[in-house]
Structure formats: C-alpha cells, structure tokens
C-alpha cells in the first residue's frame, strides 16, 4: 500500500480523506493557498505545503504546483476530491507521465465521460437509455430552434463542460432559445472555458436518481446502489438519500446493470458515478457521468458499510475489488443535508463571514442510529468568497426512512451558527414537511412547496407551547437574577399574537406550565442568560431552540418556525393592550443595511435596473468587507448613502420604484 499520499483539495473533502488515510495507515500531504494557511485539513495533516494565493485558478487549479509538492514530499499518490483537478483528464495524464499515481479514474475514462456530449455518444452506444435530444453541438442560435423544435418543447439548452449546475437553461419556446443560447453559451465560455453546447429534452417534474459505480483495474465493476437528490435549487443540490424511495427492486436493478454497463465500455476503474433523470413513472433517462467522489458519497457509505476513499486508494494502487456484486446489501436508510453558507429567506443567496459560533450536533451511536458530519471547519473559521460555500455536510443513517428523517430533524436542530446567513432553518422546514416524508419528491420540490421564497414554517400546536415555555423559562431566569421579589405564579405569554394566561410553578423536576388548554412540563433546561442555545425537555421530548433577544421579549426558533414572545403580569398585559400597534415599515422595495459599518462602496445609480443577487453596495464592519445584495428585481429609485458614509443598522441604502 501507499505509505504517503497527497490531497489536492480542501476543506470538508480533504478532511473527509484524511480520515480515510489515517485509519490505513497512510501519512498525508495537503497542499493549501495563502487562505487555508489555519485550516483543519492543513492542521491535520502529517505535511503541508503552500502552493499559492487565495484564488483557486493561481493554486489549486495549478497542476505544476501539484506535482512540485509532491516532489517536495515524496508522496507516491494524488487524491483530488472533488472540483478543482479531479475531472481534469490532462492532469491525471500528467501525474503519469511524472510517474505519480492519480486516485481516480485512468484519463481515457475522464475524456470519455468528463463531457457531456461525448458521454452521450458512449451511452447510446453501450445500449443506455439517454434523454432524447440532440446529442452533438450546437453552432449557432438558428441551429438552437431548428433543433429545439424537432425534440419539442420544452428543452433544456446544456453545456458540454458543465457542472455544479452552471451552464444550464430550460427553453419554453422559441424566444427562450434565442435569448438562452447566446447566455448558455457565453456562461459556460466564462465558467469553463469551453462553448460547446447541446440540446436535450426537458424531462418536467424529474427526480434525480444516480447510480454509485465503483471500479478496479482488473475489468470487475459494481454498482452500490442509488442515491436520490431531488431536492436542489439551481439545479444543485441540498439534500440527498440512499436508497431512494422511488425505486422498487427491479428498477434498480436494471439501472444499476445499465450503469455497471456504461462503466465497463469506458475501462472504469475507479468510484464514480452514473446521473439519471427518472420520471415519475420509473422511466429514467442517462443524464452525466461524475468521473470522481461525489459529495453525497456518505449516504452510500451508511447504508452499505463501503468506505469509498479506501476503495478507490486500493483500486488506484493496483488492488482487486474484495466484493462482488452480490456481496452487496442495502442496510437502513440515509440522509444527507448540505449545509451551506446562504440565505434561505433570501432566495438562498451565497453569504460569507466568520463562524462566530459553529455548533455541530453529537456525531456517533445515536441510541441504535447514527449521526455523521462531514466538516472542515472549526468555530472562528471564515467562509470565504474564494471557494465553495457548503459549510459541512450532515448524514444520519437509522432503519427506516421515517426514523432517519426524525434523526436528521433532531442533528439539525442541535446544529448552531451564527455569523452567517446558513440554511439549517430551511433544510429542518423540509424534514419536517409530510410531502417530504411521504416521499413525493421532484426536483420541483422547493419551487413547489415555497412558491413565495420561504418564510419558515408555521408552528405546530406542540410548537406554540414549547416555544412558551421556553420564553417563560428564560424570563423566570431573568427576573430570579434581577427581581427576586417580583416572581409570581399568573403570567401572560404574548405568542406571536395569541395571548394565553399561564400559571408557572416550578419544582426539583423543572417547571410546570398550566394553561387554558393545557399542562406543559418544562425539565432539563440548560440555558444561561446571553446564550443562543436552548436546551431543554418539554412533557418527555428533548429539544433544542435558538433564542434572541427583541426590543421587547424574545425571538425563538423550534427548527422551521419562529415566533416573536412576549411574557407579561396581567396588569402590564392590560395596559400593553391599549398600546397602538407598532407599525412595521413596508421595507421590501428597499435594500438596509444589515449592520452598522462603513460604506465602502455604492455599485448602482437612480434608474439602473438591479437584478436579484447583483451587488448593490460594499460595506465594513468589523473589518470585514460584506457585499450587499439585491433580493429582487428593481429599478433603483433613490440612493440614500455613498462611499465614506456611516450606517446604522436597518438604515435604508437604496430604494426601488
Ligand atoms: P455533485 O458531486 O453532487 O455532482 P456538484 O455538482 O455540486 O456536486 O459539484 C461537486 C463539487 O465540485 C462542488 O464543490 C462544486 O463546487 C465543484 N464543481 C462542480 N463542477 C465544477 C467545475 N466545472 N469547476 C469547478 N468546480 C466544480
Ligand atoms: P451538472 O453537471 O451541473 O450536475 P446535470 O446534467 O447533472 O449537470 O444536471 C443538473 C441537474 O439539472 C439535474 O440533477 C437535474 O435536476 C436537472 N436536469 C438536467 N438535465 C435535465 C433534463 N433533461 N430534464 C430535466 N431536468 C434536468
Ligand atoms: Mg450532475
């Protein structure tokens, strides 16, 4: 075996293999840029060598700088992860030629696959069903109609070299042709560096289901089965299962034969994985092939007990697969949620900034169940605008699919950050949704069930009183500190805007909570005044909530849903009651500043349209820099700052028509 091996990557992937790496036996390398010089990954391994600054094209896409590390160190192998190098046939040619040995695919299986078109091409071949469309390039808009219009409408217009969801665009008709082949085109010329596209048809209301395939140089290949990751936006993903719960045996069967197939025509000797779009009727239709590890590779891991890193580093050095496909069972289920740096009720803009707190649930045995966070990150670490923004990914794995969900809610409300916008409250929202848990997923999931952009969910009845409780718990904290005298028994909790008249009594178990309705039990808090956290047990449940502080009460989110909490004497109640109702200003035609800083910079002028997600200003705080973004389409009807101007927080930057 390996006795050294480099990984070019890094954060979370590069941890991942570490991992890997460390239980073999094998010492490591990373190679980092100026911006990961205090990273995790750099802090874990045996050696670290620089290879350049922040941006990834000047250092992690430099495979000179690669090859020198290796150099440097000695090691006899090169682990990519994902991005960057790892489906980049050159560099895999490279390192052969410097006698350096790629953990991945062999390079003719890269070319072959690492395109779309010509994977297509090879599909077909190899008797695999693929999306009808026009498998070859494109070469000019009339070209685009003349084909759009043969497949019918609607079509989806693709680059060759995409990934990650860029360079991808649905076509309704003719004019979404001519203004998204031009766009599609000069997108993937920028994002890629190559502008070849193709037209397919549009499967509407699709699920993504993909095959796992995993190879050895020996000619054996296996499939572990299939992940389904209907959840995304921008056609990328958030959530991810295995197995997924669209398929029935036979299903799965013969789209784990077609992929094993595929893989067999190209050589494959390495993991990798087979995309399918499938209809709602099972039908399923070859999408691309991922040359490499995949990011949801954790869900495959949990159910069949397979680590994918180990596999590929014993198939890259030469080692015969130690199963054979019947070896292979599913066992249980598994999610995968990624959490990211973005902004769900923002239209799930990117955020960047520190990691003032990053909380991550209990990883291990969870009772008979199991909770995994795949991070490379620590509290204090900056998210970045250089790289990626997925901040960890967190599977569990239980026997069912209904009890992995109930595991993924708990880990996620047990999941805390600040100082960034970060998508937990929006993944819980799904967990916690019956379409989700029926298992009547498309890729249309999000725009269907949160039309509107999401706004959270509306709290349960059990989620009324235990945010109560909690506030009535926080407030009794407070007043025993601040007026000892003036706890009482009868108080009026204002929850959201329904006004409920509670008798607290506490004992040795907790607090007891007699409402109209009912008696709620409040046990096992662990909450200190200043704290985000609120841990506690209502009547047998524990639970986790985040609380903040309001100019008047408290703010605090079960999961999803998050209500505004007021606790009261009687007496204050009434007068409270006759206070006119604060009128909350309308501010969706404007854009605030969301902290005090500095304005560093003002990007738009009165009359300029803005569209959502483009940069409006740049403002200091903190000494950070924070991009301000558009949330909605507009015209810009007045600006209200300019550069050197200081801002309150809330003040109003810009304001559209
Ligand atoms: P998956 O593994 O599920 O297909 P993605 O398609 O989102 O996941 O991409 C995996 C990783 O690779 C992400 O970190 C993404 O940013 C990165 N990535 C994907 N395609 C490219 C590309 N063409 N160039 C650079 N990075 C890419
Ligand atoms: P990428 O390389 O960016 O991952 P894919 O070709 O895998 O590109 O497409 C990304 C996502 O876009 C898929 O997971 C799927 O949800 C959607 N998609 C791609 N092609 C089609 C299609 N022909 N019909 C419907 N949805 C599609
Ligand atoms: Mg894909």
Excluded at 41 to 51: F, K, N, Y
């Amino acid at each position: 075996m390996f006795s050294k091996i480099l990984i070019a990557n890094r954060g979370e992937i590069a941890v991942r293999i570490i991992k890997t790496c460390r239980r073999m036996g094998i010492a490591i390398v990373v190679v980092y840029s100026e911006a990961d010089a205090d990273s995790m990954a750099v802090e874990m391994a045996d050696e670290s060598v620089l290879i350049g600054p922040a941006a990834a094209a000047e250092s992690y896409l430099v495979a000179d700088k690669i090859v020198a590390a290796v150099r440097a160190t000695g090691a006899q192998a090169v682990h990519p992860g994902f991005g960057f190098l790892s489906e980049n046939a050159g560099f895999a040619r490279r390192l052969a030629e410097e006698k350096i040995v790629f953990i991945g695919p062999n390079p003719h299986a890269i070319d072959a696959m690492g395109d779309k078109i010509q994977s297509k091409l090879f599909a077909a071949k190899a008797n695999v069903s693929v999306v009808p469309g026009h498998v070859g390039e494109i070469d000019d808009t009339a070209h685009a109609i003349k084909i759009s219009e043969e497949i019918g409408y609607p079509v989806m217009i693709k680059a060759s070299a995409g990934g990650g969801g860029k360079g991808i665009r649905v076509a309704w008709n003719r004019k979404d042709v001519e203004e998204g082949f031009p766009a599609v085109k000069a997108e993937a010329k920028s994002s890629f560096g190559d502008d070849r596209i193709f037209i397919e048809k549009f499967i509407e209301s699709p699920r993504h289901v993909e095959i796992q395939v995993l190879g050895d140089k020996h000619g054996n290949v296996v499939h572990l089965f299939e992940r389904e990751c209907s959840i995304q936006r921008r056609n990328q993903k958030v959530i991810e299962e295995a197995p997924s719960p669209l398929l029935d045996a036979k299903t799965r069967a013969a789209m784990g034969e077609q992929a094993v197939r595929l893989a067999k025509a190209v050589n494959y000797d390495s993991a990798g994985t087979v995309e399918f779009v499938a209809g709602q009727d099972r039908s399923f239709f070859f999408l691309e092939m991922n040359t490499r590890l995949q990011v949801e590779h954790p869900v495959t891991e949990l159910i069949t007990g397979v680590d994918l890193v180990e596999q590929m580093i014993r198939s890259a050095y030469g080692e015969a697969l130690p199963f054979k496909q019947a070896d292979l069972k599913i066992n249980g289920w598994a999610m995968e949620s990624r959490i990211y740096a973005e902004d769900p009720y923002r239209g799930f803009l990117p955020s960047i900034g520190r990691l003032v707190r990053y909380q991550p649930p209990q990883e291990g045995k969870v009772g008979k169940d199991i909770v995994r966070n795949d991070a490379g990150v620590r509290e204090g670490d900056e998210i970045s605008m250089f790289y990626d923004p997925m901040i960890s990914k967190l599977s569990t794995w239980a026997k069912t699919r209904e009890a992995a969900i109930d595991v993924m809610g708990r880990a996620l409300e047990d999941f805390h950050i600040e100082g960034l916008g970060q998508n937990i409250p929006f993944l819980s929202a799904v967990m916690d949704q019956p379409r989700f848990r029926s298992g009547k997923l498309s890729t249309n999931y999000i725009k269907d069930e949160f039309p509107d952009g999401f706004q959270g969910l509306p709290p349960s009845d059990a989620q009324r009183d235990l945010i109560a409780a909690v506030a009535l718990s926080m407030h009794r904290t407070l007043l025993a500190r601040a007026a000892p005298d003036q706890l009482r028994q009868d108080w009026i909790a204002v929850v959201g805007h329904e006004k409920r008249a509670v008798n607290v009594t506490s004992d040795d178990d907790g607090l007891t909570i007699k409402g109209a309705r009912k008696t709620n039990k409040l046990s096992d808090v662990r909450w200190r005044p200043g704290e985000a956290t609120f841990r506690g047990v209502i009547d047998g449940q524990a639970f986790t909530a985040i609380v903040k502080p309001a100019p008047e009460g408290f703010i605090i989110r079960h999961r999803a849903a998050s209500l505004h909490v007021l606790v009261l004497t009687p007496r204050s109640a009434e007068l409270h009651a006759k206070l006119p109702p604060k009128k909350l200003a309308d501010t969706s035609k404007m854009v605030l500043s969301p902290m005090p800083g500095l304005v560093v910079t003002l990007d738009v002028a009165v009359g300029q349209l803005v569209r959502t997600g483009e940069a409006v200003a740049v403002i200091e705080a903190m000494k950070m820099q924070n991009i301000i973004r558009a949330e909605r389409d507009g015209t810009v009807k007045a600006v209200n700052a300019k550069a050197g101007d200081s801002v309150a927080a809330d003040e109003v930057l810009v304001e559209f028509a």
